[in-house]
């Protein structure tokens, strides 16, 4: 199949900043990527890096790729690329060749339909006000927590004033970003492992440690996400939760596979992508919540500001660029 590739760059502010303990979001910028065949159509990708670091890399790589080109040979071409632009450029060749067929509208807006990402300097007072909302009315809230940004002591503190604030209807998952050693993990375990409200402790040890991962996991759900992308072995491998995230991966059509395949233990979770890329977030997330272990999606939509970067359109994105 002959190709024409072309490449648009954007940029845009997240509308507040997300912290962790490796760094702090404040704005995100990549590339959008679009395949034209003059038979089957057009295609859409988005090469969007989670660090920043990577991003003359993906520059680089992309000025690789000629105007004309066939499927075979890009596909060849980017084996040795970057994951977000192998993740984009197989994103596009699905929807070209109909391997993938989006809805015109995903259901992803109301409270209990995606995880919330609580405040870390602020979560109890967020945790109140969200259990004071009447939207909430008797439905089930998932909120997320980051730590391992400020010093142990005040954290433990805040998370068990959290804990004593949790309903029945609140679901808790906590994201350590690879920031612990053991000992201070196995703390966390000690206090989490019998509360029947958390969904699962996220990436509590370095993506190295997987033999101290596995010992965790069988005290109490231990999810994987940073280790998945250094490891993707990993995901043939984990028999606990998965926090998958397509934009990063080389090839979004795996996931959709396992999905569609009914298995378990994955969930979605954004890199926060535009909408071009947001739509594979969605389409698999509702696959998800098919499956037998379904789970909201961490979407972060409240971090997108407003901005035709965000429509639903590709072709509409791709036009304003």
């Not at 066939?70 to 192998?86: A, D, G, L, V």
């Not at 007072?125 to 005040?154: A, F, H, M, P, R």
């Not at 509702?286 to 997108?304: F, R």
């Amino acid at each position: 199949m002959n190709l024409t590739f072309k490449k648009k760059s954007f940029f845009f502010e997240l509308s507040s900043k997300v912290a962790n303990s490796n760094t702090t979001y404040k704005n995100k910028s990549g590339w959008i990527i679009k395949l034209n065949n003059i038979e089957k159509g057009v295609g859409f990708g988005e090469v969007n890096p989670l660090r920043k670091k990577d991003l003359d890399k993906c520059e680089i790589e992309l000025n690789q790729i000629p105007k004309y080109i066939n499927s075979k040979n890009i596909t060849e071409q980017i084996k040795s690329f970057h994951p977000c632009i192998q993740s984009a450029i197989n994103s596009a060749l699905a929807e070209i060749e109909r391997k993938i067929n989006f809805k015109k509208n995903y259901h992803f807006n109301e409270i209990d339909q995606t995880a919330i990402l609580l405040n870390p300097y602020n979560a109890l007072e967020e945790l109140k006000i969200l259990k004071d909302n009447k939207l909430l009315d008797g439905k089930s809230l998932t909120i997320k927590l980051k730590v391992g940004i400020q010093d142990n002591y005040s954290e433990e503190k805040t998370l068990i004033e959290i804990l004593n604030h949790l309903r029945s209807n609140i679901k808790l998952r906590i994201d350590a970003n690879g920031s612990w050693e053991r000992e201070i993990a196995n703390r966390w375990v000690d206090i989490l492992k019998d509360i029947e409200n958390i969904d699962w402790l996220e990436q509590p040890l370095s993506k190295d440690d997987i033999e101290g991962l596995r010992e965790l996991n069988k005290r109490m759900p231990i999810a994987l996400d940073e280790s998945l992308l250094k490891y993707p072995s990993l995901i043939n491998e984990w028999d606990g939760w998965q926090i998958r995230r397509p934009s990063q991966e080389t090839n979004p059509m795996d996931l959709l596979k396992e999905l569609k395949d009914k298995k378990g233990f994955r969930s979605l979770s954004t890199s926060f992508e535009t909408g071009i890329g947001r739509r594979w977030l969605f389409h698999l997330s509702s696959l998800q919540l098919l499956g037998l272990t379904p789970k909201v999606p961490g979407l972060a939509l409240n971090k997108n500001p407003n901005s035709f970067l965000f429509l639903n359109d590709p072709q509409k994105i791709w036009d304003k660029l």
